[in-house]
């Protein structure tokens, strides 16, 4: 840790005002953030805390557009009564993600910020280009288990861990940006970015933009969806593989089809490939698990992560499974 | 309330610790605390080139830099605890430019803050000329160093082998891991007129004590450690860890007390650990599953800077009855920090091997894993013909299958399902952990306002020893448990031994008794006006020769004083008096498991049922039962909460548990508690644990034999055993993950 000043902005204005000071980090919940900083990570002189500004918090799940605001936390949105009912798969995504500790202090817009579990990027140690850009990457010729299969380069090989962002790509999401310039709307699939040859560049935030709310465009796909998340302990462990699925559907044919997958990429990862794989199809054990191979095709497995195709490719077999029956 | 032996008594510490008034270690204020902060070496071999800490000097508030240039100094003579002395590992950082592994303390930062310390830390230089370096066993070059002393051999083995009617012959591997205790470790020490107080959560404040005296050239009694509570030992605290001294040295030449917290990612390389084993067994058996030859050759990592074993061997070749037994034990050096004692060191990776190869025989066998077990009793110790001090193994088997309901199990794979169509998968396992016993000393005082205080410097784990003393001390005085009063965890107490081997309660229950038993001779005697005889002790009540009763409070009101306190030492039989004393001076004196006449073991059996997804191939563990036989319960709760606590570890073991390798750079690689996997309650559903009481005076004169450690033993293996029954794959290595039944 570094020395750093704590700012408490009065109201949104202010905050705006203050983040585009260079070297300003935002601090909502703090779960990351923080962790962040006791780690060696991040480095903010100046830490702007937002946590207690009005108006942030609100969700509005009624209507066209869902809207989550920024500081709405994960505890409380899974408890959201209309949500657990039309998108079972976001209220999943929630409940399977961290502790209730956690979900009782992380806020939903910082969630999907959080960075990657990759050891080789937490101990403050090794070479990692996330890191140290230029250093080289560690899980190249190291432990490998954990790392992704899509998304990735030679450069880093690590996951994006979050479970909340994994089921908000199966949906038509886009994230409100703020800063003193005004308001932007970024899409969700583009708001993450792939590990290419900068690694240290995981989202499209500019300097000075907050994070104020992400809206889903409602579907009624909501209804018939899942997240499911395999991992080696019950609880507080992040996916070695998980899906999303809604579907829409006329008996037992499937009319429209969302996957995504995680603890398999850089980034929250759609998957056309299972789409279409499920779409206008009759849905059986098969199909389901058709679309799982379909979902895997492109992966790049390293040393020790092949298993997470074949995992992967009944991990979406049963959440379609899974989602189909919530018809 | 009744608070003697066998009452299920409430554990003293309890309220303390729920209510955050417990202070452990790092919760004691000294007053101008500076604060320290660890580099730790990137490299995992070689030397240290150049160190450069003048960015970090340049903070403000930063006291002292401690590296090998500024210490500067010799530390004494102190050592291995396995090689005579107290200390964690012989290497000491610091005293030179070598680095041994990855994570080895290079630099010590204090500061009048943490935040400072931490934000120096972070700006400290190091270059090293960097050695290649293994961390791995399996790495390639290595060469396995036997170790003859540990051979056993009964009979001719591997002749029996070749001729069995039936063998098996698999090779099994457990990993590195951690203890990762919730509470850090820590320290604070603090110099006052030449004398050294230390706060440090320890398993071994007399061993920690007799160290720091010797290191810096001090007496004994100038030494001072402070330990009342632990918050998760596991064996990590046992030693004296090389920044304790560092901090200790820091606090002298600063005239200031010093305080180090060790961040948890530290805490994978600072102390010990417990090291990688490779167990080949063999075992030969008759059609009827009578044993013809057990044979287990076990390699254990062990450290270059430390050559060390734990074998399973010892307590393997003692299991079953065969005419031939062979065991060998190897070691393989590797670059880490000196591997160390971790809840049943030896006995929980060896009998992952040795009770996962039974399983394997028994369905060769076609036979019911329980009976073979039975078949194969032996009536006397197989290696030396010793009698067993006590051995229930048998009927733990029968309690514990009728507690599981074993006879509802159907032995062919595959073919049970819960309700939801989980596979089910039942397994078991044999456990067992020696009765060992260490000299103790024991002060016990009964006042005149009715308390009985016990006092002892042996520790409380967490899992009860200031409950179950105080216990014994009741028993015999007849104090009600409210005014038991106990001290524990400090070394200005009568000696105890180490919390390790799970000796305390025999060997410092046997000192307390004794103690206790003085203290109610002179009471009588008191009473009795010097004559005790027709004298007793009833509900509270010194009952006289005409039966009238006075109460224990009024004639110890009548002593000169107020008090009658005795204090006794206590030591098992097969030491001599001059071992009794090296043990009380803060040596490691251990009598058995096995002495001249008599092997001393406890023994339990356990069952495991696993569900198994049938498509995601995830494990679940559903339920686990145990039932030990470990002589006499003085405490059947806190035995309970502590065996229960060994087959939750247990699980854990079988599923999750392991110090991943990044072998390229020889470190531990998923250094925190996100990546390193425990149990959460969320993976393990019912747990019952039963005891078999035994009536066993040979082991100490309170019948108590080993609780703290037996639980664990054998869990992994009765689990993996169950997931071969639910999936028809035998998986030879620890954890069982998902892609190893896939």
Redesign the interface.
Known sequence: MQPFTYLRPASLDEALHAASEPGTSVLAGGTTMVDLMRGGLAWPTRLLDISHLPGLADVQTDGPVLRFGALARMADVAENETLQRAYPALVESLQLAASQQLRNAATLGGNILQRTRCPYFRNGVSDCNKRVPGSGCSAVDGEDREMALFGTSESCLANYPGDWGTALAAFDTAVELRSAAGLRTVKFSEFHLPYGEDPAAETVLRPGEIVTAITVRATPAGRASTYLKVRDRQSYAYALVSAAVALEMEGDMVTSARVSLGGVASKPWRSPEAEAALTGRRLSEAVSLEAGEAAFKGAKPRRQNAFKIELGRRVVARAALTAAKRI | MDGSIGIPVVRRDAAAKASGAAQYAADFPHAGTAYAALV?S?VARGRITAIDTMAAEAVPGVQMVLTHHSLNEGLGKETFAMKGGHMQSSFMPLTSDEVHYAGQIVCLLIADTQ?AA??AA?LVAVEYATEHASAAMDDPGHEEEPMEKKAIDVGDALAAFAAADVSVDATYLTPAQHHNPIELYAATCAWRDGKLLVNTPSQWVKGKQAALAEIFGIPMEDVHIESPYIGGGFGSKATLLAHTVLVAMAARRLGRPVKLVVPR?AMFTVGSFRPATRSRVRLGAKKDGTLTAVLHDEVGQSAVIDHVAFPATEVTARMYASPNIRTRQATIATDVNTPGFQRAPAEAPGFFGFESAVDELAIKLGMDPVELRVRNEPERDPVKGLAWSSRSLVPCFRRGAELFGWSKRNPEVGSMTTPDGLLIGMGCATATYPSAMAPSSARVRLSADGTCVVYCGAHDLGTGAYTVLGQVAADVLGVPDELVRVHLGDSTLPSGPVAGGSITTGSSGAAVHMAALAVRDRLLAAAGDGNPAGWSLAGGQVIGPDGHGRPVAEVVGAVTGGVIEETADWKPDALSDDQMRAGLAGGMAFAGPTTEKHASYSFGAQFAEVHVDP????V?VARMVGVFACGRIINPRTARSNLAGGMVWGASFA??EES??????A?F????L??Y?I?????IGEVVVETIHEDDLVVNPIGAKAVGEIGIVGMNAAIANAVYHATGTRVRKT?I???DL?
């Open positions: 730790t990137k935040e931490e934000q972070g990612e498509l995601l191939r995830t679940r599923l999750l991943q390798v990044d072998r390229p750079r470190r690689a998923n250094t925190d996100a990546g996997h149990s959460t309650n969320a993976d954890p993950l998902v892609e896939l």
